[in-house]
């Protein structure tokens, strides 16, 4: 019972107070240039909600089954976007065979998804926070779950302000921080839930 | 040989065609260390390395990258450099190393570096690579120090961990945790668009 109460812990933590967009800054280059219509957005959010869960999983195997056992714990970085990368492959062949629908939604995404670093960098926090596999698993499904959340709201937001005018030189990237800016305060009050 | 090239392309990387502000790009990684300033320009140094010699490897192997997986070995030769960053960092500097945490990995993913290897180190020559490389790597480094020093200013009084704004400055904290580094881009970015890039395009 206690083991569940923790993994749920760390899902809650990851997708609220310490979201990995707005605490960690990872995944910023995606989520600036990809974040103007709510529906690209839920398509690339639900991309890397599955690519996060699955990859901070397998990376947990490689490193604590087949990495540390060797001693090759400094190939780490290599070995993990080389799983990232062959795991996204694989996902998109499948998917491109099994449902046209599905390849639709989400198959312009996922190679993008490659170099998000939000990736890698789940993979990376999962090493260094030293979880077990299913808390690894927890983490990595709640960052994905926190990122997607981040983008749709920013989506939303910006689609609503798409007519609004903004001072000369915010326009774009600028005005995208600021709100940035401000949902990370908002995020910043559930701090005290966990 | 011939200089110039490589002085328009320090002046592009540095000005208007700078990575962060005239692109936002690559800035995932490296804004998570802009709170103090140490620690951001030991993460500099090493994107400067890793930019500079990637750049120049991928060049050099340009004509033997096969198209189609031109991308995974872009990467790898990304990571090898990344993973000597790392462990330099880890050897001589142990504490920022724990500071830095997973951000020394996360150069890799940086799409700066993807960005020039893609865009100019596979069609330009080893030598002017080297050269673009080291400059985007400045341009970014800059930037990332600018903000660096403000909000480690504001948010705890300091300079390079000294403090300088004495007993009186009551620290705005907000600086130095997740919000303040969005807001001071944003302002970064709004001065540099309103205030250079449209007295360059007055002159031009």
Redesign the interface.
């Known amino acids: 019972m206690s083991e569940k109460a923790g993994l749920f812990a760390i899902f809650f933590s990851a997708v609220f107070t310490q979201n990995i967009l707005?605490?960690?800054?990872?995944?910023?280059?995606s989520f600036?240039a990809v974040s103007r219509q709510v529906k690209t957005s839920l398509g690339l959010g639900m991309a890397v909600v599955f690519v996060m869960t699955f990859t901070s999983g397998l990376n947990w195997l490689v490193f604590y089954h087949i990495l540390e056992p060797l001693e090759l714990q400094?190939?780490?970085?290599?070995v993990f976007?080389?799983v990232i990368?062959a795991f996204v492959q694989i996902v998109e062949m499948i998917i491109e065979r099994a449902s046209d629908a599905l390849y639709a939604a989400l198959g312009i995404f996922l190679p993008l998804i490659?170099?998000?670093?939000?990736i890698?960098?789940v993979s990376?926090?999962m090493i260094?926070r030293e979880q077990g596999f299913w808390e690894s698993v927890a983490y990595g499904f709640g960052s994905g779950v926190g990122w997607m959340l981040a983008i749709l709201a920013m989506a939303g937001i910006r689609q609503k302000m798409a007519r609004s005018r903004v001072?000369?030189?915010?326009e774009?990237?600028?005005?995208t921080?600021?709100i940035?800016?401000?949902m990370?305060?908002a995020f910043?009050g559930l701090s005290g839930v966990i | 040989m011939a200089r110039s090239p490589v002085k328009k392309i320090f002046l592009e990387n540095l000005g208007r065609n700078n990575p962060v502000f005239a692109q936002v790009l690559g800035i995932c990684s490296t804004l998570a260390v802009t709170n103090v300033l140490k620690n951001t320009v030991i993460m500099c140094l090493g994107l400067v390395f890793t930019t500079a010699l990637s750049n120049f490897t991928v060049s050099l192997l340009r004509k033997w990258i096969p198209s189609r997986i031109r991308m995974m070995v872009e990467v790898l030769i990304i990571a090898s450099y990344v993973i000597i960053v790392d462990i330099v960092i880890k050897a001589t500097l142990p504490d920022i190393s724990r500071q830095l945490g997973p951000y020394v990995g996360l150069i890799i993913t940086n799409c700066i570096i993807m960005g020039r290897a893609e865009a100019f180190a596979l069609s330009n020559p080893p030598g002017v690579s080297f050269a673009d490389g080291i400059a985007s790597g400045l341009g970014y480094s800059y930037v990332l120090l600018i903000i660096a020093f403000f909000r480690e200013l504001l948010g705890s009084g300091a300079i390079w961990g000294i403090s300088v704004l004495g007993e009186a400055w009551v620290n705005w904290s907000i600086m130095v945790m997740a919000p303040g580094v969005f807001f001071m881009l944003a302002i970064f970015i709004w001065i540099i668009k309103g205030v250079v890039l449209k007295q360059e395009e007055e002159k031009a």
């Open positions: 707005l605490t960690y800054y990872l995944g910023m280059c600036l400094y190939l780490r970085f290599i976007i080389v990368a490659t170099v998000n670093c939000a890698l960098g990376l926090f260094i001072p000369g030189g915010l774009g990237a600028g005005i921080l600021v940035a800016g401000i990370a305060l910043m």
